[in-house]
């Protein structure tokens, strides 16, 4: 026999049942959709992104922005970041 007055309270916890990356990979496809993008420009996307992974850069005194010691200002950009920036461009950008 279920005694409900020996219950006080509930707590529930339920997942979203898919993991955060396929909730991720779901977002960014979502997205470009809502601003009029078709699949079309998704697949060429996806394709341009296959081809060119993306590139991870470690600088030197800065966090999430490429700025030296939290700064705002365009001053406290790293050099750094500058220069691994026109690597970056120039490794895929036609000469001229």
């Not at 339920?14 to 991720?24: C, F, I, L, Y």
């Not at 996806?46 to 800065?62: I, N, S």
């Not at 691994?84 to 461009?89: V, Y």
Request: hydrophobic share 40%; glycine share 10%; aromatic share 8%.
């Amino acid at each position: 026999m279920l005694r409900f007055d020996l219950v006080a309270f509930l707590v529930l916890v339920s997942g979203s049942g898919v993991s955060p990356a396929v909730q991720m990979r779901y977002g960014t496809a979502e997205q470009p959709r809502r601003n009029g993008y078709g699949d079309a420009d998704l697949a060429e996307l996806g394709r341009a992104g296959a081809a060119d992974p993306p590139t991870v850069c470690r600088l030197d005194g800065c966090d999430h922005y490429p700025t030296l010691d939290e700064g705002t200002s365009l001053d406290s950009i790293s050099p750094q970041y500058s220069a691994a920036l026109l690597s970056w461009l120039d490794a895929r950008l036609p000469a001229g």
